[in-house]
């Protein structure tokens, strides 16, 4: 697109994250701190994941975006739809055809190879932020691998629900050093990351942070020996493609109490449904 | 064979002298108190004993089996790890040290589990047998303590502190700020927990009482300097320097 540079930010921006994004993957699960720059979309839209696919998508990449696991929702179409513009790069909805994907709340059902990336928009980097709101602090925490309160939360969580309530954004510590949130995807999606060949990047534009997984690393959900996490799921079948083992959306269908159970990856559940036809 | 060892320390807050060329040493299982009035450099003292403050110079020694080395070699990781397992430190104030808003037994849990515990069950079973310790009812095991009244959350904090069975405790004024028969209570749990798990501690109290009570030896401190020390029946019952006899004969007559 005339008037813009390749995927919208300047070169030396691109190099910036860049340079972030290698010290990121050097430390699994450190947070590294980068010149968040202004997009074209609001803070908590993803600002942080657009300007790390924008750093690291070329010409001949294939981008995929998803929100709450469906290509179909704004947020998806809008950041889909802008680098088809300021990139001219093509774009898909299949996941298997993908070499950079951009995620918002979601890992896609279908397994990752190691020649695609998977980009996570991040609100919160900071796993302690709701114990700790000092940012020197954590950093030191960090630092000397303290992680002693996480644990107490957890503990705190057992003792008053009989188990882990965060069904979301469950912290895993990475690569058996680092405490990292996993951004907001659902705690059913952390298993996924354990060793998974994609690379993961994470962008965080308002907290100006950058992290990573690269492939293959551990990443383990935070538990204990005798209450082991648990990758929660909705009891149903995806009532449009019947499967038992995809995370799955409750969806209001009517205003008379109505509800129905159905995917929450629209790509994965399409295919099970052409693949049935 | 002393455990902890200072050696010519000097603090200085701007213009006030904290420690005027303070040195002290501590053996095992010893109780040592460090007495004076307020601002005579007491609580700084303890601090830096602790590693919580640096002084400007001397040095702080600390034998972890090996012979005594200087706790500024640790770096701060290690420093943190000693401080988080093989010491502990009790503030007067309990609501510093304890979080409120966390039950009980994750209060005491949490120096096992930042110590790397990573059984519920264990660590339950483990806070239970403490707070028994301490005398507070094992079923308050999942209350508040913010609905504890004050001898209790000490006692929490006490428990909190113990369950990683240390061998140094820095404990300042652990009783200050309670009313007089929980003082009593405190005091008495205090030295029976000392005895039962060999404890070296180093306690910081302006009430002679309490020293009296609990101290094997005694360190009497004025304008951060050290001007008596010895054992403590020898010093509070004939006090040498004049500023221990003043302190002496200014407690109350029971």
């Known amino acids: 697109m005339k008037g813009y540079n390749f995927a919208y930010l300047d070169e030396q921006t691109k190099r910036m994250i860049r340079r972030a994004i290698l010290k990121a993957v050097a430390i699994p699960g450190h947070q590294i701190p980068f010149a968040s720059r202004e997009m074209p979309l609001p803070y908590g839209w993803g600002t942080g994941g657009i300007q790390v696919t924008s750093a690291i998508i070329g010409p001949d990449d294939v981008l995929k975006v998803i929100d709450q696991g469906a290509d179909d929702t704004t947020n998806a179409v809008s950041i889909r739809g802008f680098f088809g513009r300021v990139a001219g790069v093509r774009t898909t909805t299949h996941t298997a055809e993908a070499s950079v994907i951009q995620t918002r709340h979601r890992i896609p059902e279908t397994l990752l190879r190691p020649d695609q990336i998977l980009v996570y928009q991040v609100p919160q980097p900071e796993p302690l932020y709701k114990l700790e709101p000092s940012r020197a602090a954590t950093r030191r925490r960090h630092a000397l691998a303290e992680y002693g309160e996480m644990h107490v939360r957890l503990y705190e969580d057992i003792t008053r629900f009989g188990r882990v309530a965060t069904a979301y954004d469950h912290p895993v510590m990475v690569n058996q050093r680092y405490l990292m949130s996993p951004s907001p995807i659902p705690a059913f999606d952390n298993p996924k990351m354990h060793r998974m060949p994609a690379l993961q990047l994470f962008g965080a534009g308002r907290e100006k942070r950058i992290y990573a997984v690269p492939p293959y690393t551990d990443v383990r959900s935070l538990d204990f020996e005798d209450h082991p996490f648990h990758p929660g799921r909705a009891p149903h079948c995806c009532e449009l493609c019947g499967s038992t083992t995809s995370y799955l959306d409750e969806i209001i269908i009517d205003d008379k109490g109505g509800k129905m159970f159905a995917c929450s990856d629209t790509d994965y559940c399409e295919s099970n449904r052409s693949d049935a036809a | ?254």
Request: no cysteine.
């Open chain 2, 1 to 254: 064979m002393n455990l902890l060892e200072a050696r010519h320390l000097n603090k200085q807050f701007g213009r006030v002298t904290a420690l005027d060329d303070v040195s002290i040493g501590l053996r095992r299982h010893e109780i040592l108190a460090i007495v004076g009035e307020s601002g005579s450099g007491k609580t700084t003292l303890l601090n830096t004993l602790a590693g919580n403050i640096t002084t400007d110079s001397g040095a702080v020694y600390y034998d972890r089996g090996e012979g005594l080395s200087p706790i500024s070699a640790l770096g701060e990781l290690g420093l943190r790890r000693l401080q988080r397992a093989q010491w502990g430190f009790i503030q007067q104030d309990p609501r510093r040290a304890l979080r409120l808003n966390v039950t009980a037994g994750g209060n005491i849990g949490e120096r096992l589990m930042a110590g790397g515990a990573q059984h519920y069950g264990n660590i339950r079973e483990v806070a239970a047998q403490w707070l028994a310790a301490v005398e507070i009812d094992p079923s308050r095991i999942d209350d508040y303590p913010k609905h504890f009244s004050g001898g209790m959350m000490q006692r929490l904090q006490i428990a909190a502190t113990l369950v990683t069975e240390p061998e140094l405790v820095f404990m300042d004024e652990p009783t200050g700020g309670l009313d007089v028969s929980v003082q009593a209570r405190i005091l008495d749990l205090i030295r029976s927990l000392v005895k039962r798990l060999g404890l070296a501690v180093v306690l910081v109290t302006h009430d002679i009482g309490v020293a009296r009570l609990l101290a094997d030896r005694l360190v009497v401190m004025r304008r951060g300097q050290i001007v008596e020390t010895g054992l403590t029946d020898q010093v509070l019952d004939d006090p040498h320097h004049e500023y221990t006899q003043l302190l002496v004969s200014s407690v109350l007559p029971t």
